[in-house]
């Protein structure tokens, strides 16, 4: 129950935070629509190489198991670097556009958009890794079965946490890569985990949001089925945009709480402290 009330307290503030600059809701959905068309091309060129057609066409126990060339290869990890620079490009706009509320500033879409471009050159390397292991990941889980796609998700998840900080870090103090991974990974094993909490958080919040919306695109489905998925596709957009930025808020503060030492306007001390505690408090707690 402290998790779950702790995690409201988090959603609250980082929402009276987005509620003054509710456009840069705008950065997730641009994120998402420019990574879908840029890797689109390169998804077709591993359909294409693949042998994707006939699992399709085949039917019963003797269609062929999807297998994909070396050159499908190349071209999912080229897709995957694409993608990669888009999302980093984004979640760096949201960032820097946090960073600048939660220090007194007023930014804008067109200024976040400014601000992440100037650091376009800045995370092409992060990218890099981003997409690369990516593609490990994926090939560990079409490879090794059933354990592969369990050892690949873990994987996906540790990965995640670890980096958590490395995009605030690289874009608002202008450090390298390997200084920001370094950086966000020790700040992560300073911790039980409990900054885990609001992504949980988030997590959870989105879906309740989705089976509420998938009950309202059920009622209208029962009148129109087409209007049905225009709703709910339309809310689930909204959904992903709203706990997208939310997000970017959240890491930027916490950020500035577990690196910087700095509290930011609309947090408190014990709303991060709670979400980043040191393992020694932590465990003073307990005795």
Known sequence: MGTFSRSASLFRSSWEVLRQDKELMLLPILSTVAAVVLMAPFLAGVFVTSNASKVIEATGPSAPQFTMQPLGWVLLFLGYLVASYVVIFFQAALVLAANERLTGGSPTLSSALRMAAANAGHILPWALV???????????????????????????????????????????????????????????????????TVNGGLGLVSVIAVFAGFGVAFAIGLVSPVAALVVFVAWMVLVSSFTGALGGIFRTALYRY??????????????????????????????
């Open 258 to 287: 577990a690196v910087k030492g700095e509290e930011s306007p609309g947090f408190t001390e014990e709303q991060l402290a709670g979400a980043f505690r040191t393992r020694s408090k932590q465990h003073a707690a307990a005795h």
């Open 130 to 196: 981003c997409a690369t292991v990516s593609i490990v990941i994926k090939a560990i889980q079409q490879k090794t079965g059933v354990v592969g796609q369990i050892l690949g998700a873990v994987a996906g998840v540790a990965w995640a946490l670890v980096t958590l900080l490395v995009v605030p870090i690289m874009v608002i103090e202008h450090v390298g890569m390997k200084e920001a991974v370094t950086r966000s990974g020790q700040a992560f094993k300073r911790t039980w985990g409990e900054n885990l």
